[in-house]
């Protein structure tokens, strides 16, 4: 290319018909400007259309500039700044060629052996040399243009491109800007995401240096910041194929969760992706946050301000220049004859159609007559860059004059010493400059050649706005300043919609994360008895304690016992009550009748003994009820086999003196030993004493004390948990508490079995044996009852009522069986309590052996005729 530029000589340029298109302005030093004039044309043309806001607003802000300073006496006094402005035409590449004008005078040419056709040397004209450079627009196109201005030592001052790439100054060492990098955008982007409580967005960016690197500094803080995912990462082609928007919506609806766009984009792509979107139905899904190349433009929304509508975008902190809306609106076709684009900008926003040599006239567009004004025949708003190209013109201007007090001290006008400027001499004094901007805001220049970075935050309104428009909503100088009171979406709605990948989980429930996207999760609740530990675990509570409600930590179980107003206690507590009455009664009409026959043959002494554990049995119902305590499950350990150890020794010792009787009555007529009341007394207490032996024992190894039994209650679900307090016995040490007893009762029963064939009028054992066979079907029926419960929640309630209300029915079958009758007898049958005649055992031992005789009939037939002889 420099072998090309460097043969190539001006004239060359002007033959082949290529030469720039440009404005030149005379003066004593000259700047050269780079401005966007038409948009990026189709395929094979360079240029488009006339681009009016940043093309046309932005080139007469640089020609307002230079017209302020050179009538500015005290701005480069005596010194006149000139310009050569040319088109970029949005496209990186056909800038490059353009730019190539403002270094053709810098190339050395060697042109000793050229000769005019006389042979004299030929006369070249000094190609125009530019000392600083103001531009470019887009970041790309000022990275292709300050590679080559870098080679020639041409300082440039952009006044919109924000690449943070540009901040390289081992690569762009001549690059400087009055806007703050992409790198504070992004930034300042980020912090508007994270205001609005969004986690999870797509970012879309236009292939190039400018939306590229802008779309890596937004990824590259949010991924050191945390908190912030990434659903989509699309780039839209330099040069889109049909069909390639649609494509890029498609993508973007893959992950709809994520509707805030962050869009790093030129016009054209965002006004496509606008389109795209309308077209495809999905008018506010998207919520786009803008960077400063949207803005608070309106040519990128045109048409398309309902898809528009809650768009939050960004722009460098600005202030609307009056001088320049009075200077702009006062141009017209006839005062402005110097910016030669200016005809093309007149047609378009006029709507009309200027006669022009060579231009055919267009049928149905009227014609143009000059008398049109700006602002008052079309519609007219500052364009948000204007300020930062005077203020960028400003900064070349005050740092010549810095120059010229340094070099040209006293000097009116250019000396030897900036004729020509030194391009790195003049960059030093361009990073030194510091002075308040058209705004009121200081212009200054950092290490990097970077400005401060300053941000207005706009949001595009439409309804219940009385001028639809950009409204400023904040501003960010470091940290962010949001006024979401005066944010507004689509349909007006004041909440700020979401943008998240999942929605935060309800109470009680714990993020199980997706792998590898840290801002997605599945929400887990946790079960059973576990609480929310933190937003990612659960924990089970202590054993004796039960989540909340909303499993946001553990509460006490609360404890519960068997109460006396519960079902389950008042039927034992009632059928005690008849018992204990009616044992009460027996006693008593025992002892009030103590002398009488009946009372005497029954056998008084274990009778009596028989009803005081009958008694016991009643009574250890309402201690089974009671409150649990230390005395409490003392006298349950005590009283629950002793009233039956009692009850059943007698019985035995009644039915082993019957069985003793009359078996020996078969083998000789003297009578058996131990059969007299004291003798069956002292068998009773030795077969008692060996239920009081154990359970003492059983006191001696492990104490009686209460336990709470979180276990016993503790359903699926922890609300219906309960505590149970009770005593220290469980099943296995109930069963032994009564397992003596039962082993008499068994053996009792065998006995009766074994004396069912003695007469019934000589004894009682037929009535035992009856009570003892109804027993056993008692406790035969509560085994399955009991331990058949084991599993229910209602475990403690059902075996309590089960083991009470059994032990009151052996009871009554025994109260019933042996002593009811006696007592009828002795209240309603007064007569038949008479002495009859004593039976001696010779009599028994007769009775016996023909008890024994007719058993071995073969119908069992025989008449026993007792003996009254004794």
Known sequence: M??????????????????????????????????????????????????????????????????????DPDLLPNITLGARILDTCSRDTYALEQSLTFVQALIQKDN???????????????????????GASGS????????????????????????????????????????????????????????????????????????????????????????ICIAQSIKIPREPRPGEFEKIIKRLMETSNARGVIIFANEDDIKRVLQTAKAANLTGHFLFVGSDSWGAKSSPIQDQEDVAEGAVTILPKRASIDGFDQYFTSRSLENNRRNIWFAEFWED???????????????????????????????????????????AVYAMAHALHSMHMDLCPGYMGICDKMDPVEGRMLLHYIRSVSFNGSAGTGVMFNENGDAPGRYDIFQYQLSNVSNPGYKVIGQWTN???????????????????????????????????????????????????????????????????????????????????????????????????????????????????????????SGRELSYLLLTGIFLIYLITFFMIAEPSTGVCALRRLLLGLGMCISYSAMLTKTNRIYRIFEQGKVAVTPPKFISPGSQLIITFILISVQLLGVFIWFAVSPPHTIIDYEEQKPPNPEFARGVLKCDMGDLSLILCL?????????????????????????????????????????????????????????????????????????????????????????????????????????????????VKSNDKPNGESKIVPDRSQ
């Open 2 to 71: 420099w072998v090309l530029l460097v043969g190539t000589s001006p004239g060359v340029w002007a033959q082949q018909g290529n030469q720039p298109q440009s404005i030149k302005i005379e003066g004593d030093i000259k700047l050269g400007g780079l401005f966007p004039m038409h948009s990026r044309g189709p395929a094979g043309v360079p240029c488009g259309e006339i681009k009016r806001e940043k093309g046309i607003h932005r080139l007469e802000a640089m020609l307002y500039a230079l017209d302020q300073i050179n009538s």
């Open 112 to 134: 000793s052996d050229v000769r005019c056709s006389n042979g004299e040397p030929p006369i070249i004209p000094k190609p125009e040399r530019v000392a600083g450079v103001i």
């Open 140 to 227: 790309s196109v000022s990275i292709m243009v300050a590679n080559v201005l870098r080679l020639f030592a041409i300082p440039q001052i952009s006044y919109a491109s924000t690449a943070p790439e540009l901040s390289d100054k081992s690569r762009y060492e001549f690059f400087s800007r009055v806007v703050p990098p992409d790198s504070y955008q992004a930034q300042a982007m980020l912090d508007i995401v994270k205001a609005m409580g969004w986690n999870y967005v797509s970012t879309l960016a236009s292939e190039g240096n400018y939306g590229e690197s802008g779309v890596d500094a937004f990824l590259q803080i949010s991924r050191e910041a945390g908190g």
């Open 349 to 391: 926003d006029f709507k009309c159609k200027l006669t022009r040599p060579g231009i055919k006239y267009e049928l149905g567009r009227r014609k143009c007559t000059g008398e049109e004004r700006i602002a008052q025949h079309s519609q007219y708003e500052q364009e948000g860059k204007v300020q930062f190209v005077i203020d």
């Open 479 to 601: 940290h962010l300043r949001l006024n979401s009171e005066e944010m507004q979406w689509s349909g007006g709605d004041r909440k700020v919609p979401e943008s998240v990948c999942s929605f935060p989980c309800e109470s009680g429930e714990r993020k199980k994360m997706v792998k590898g996207v840290p801002c997605c999760w599945h929400c887990e609740l946790c079960d059973g008895y576990q609480y929310l530990l933190d937003e990612f675990s659960c924990d089970m509570c202590p054993f004796n304690m039960r989540p909340f409600k909303n499993r946001t930590g553990c509460r006490d179980t609360p404890i519960i016992k068997l109460e006396w107003s519960s079902p389950w206690a008042i039927i034992p507590v009632f059928l005690a009550i008849l018992g204990i009455l009616a044992t009460s009664g027996v006693i008593v009409t025992f002892i009030r009748f103590n002398d009488t026959p009946i009372v005497r043959a």
């Open 739 to 851: 397992s003596y007893s039962i082993v008499l009762m068994i053996t009792c029963t065998v006995y009766a079995i074994k004396s069912r064939g003695v007469p019934e009028n000589f004894n009682e054992a037929k009535p035992i044996g009856f009570t003892m066979y109804t027993t056993c079907i008692v406790w035969l029926a509560f085994v399955p009852i009991f331990f058949g419960t084991a599993q229910s929640t209602e475990k403690m309630f059902i075996q309590t009522t089960t083991l009470t209300v059994s032990m009151s029915l052996s009871a009554t079958v025994s109260l019933g069986m042996l002593y009811i009758p006696k007592v009828y007898v002795i209240i309603f049958h007064p007569e038949q309590n008479v002495q009859k005649r004593k039976r001696s055992f010779k009599a028994v031992a007769t009775a016996a052996t023909v008890s």
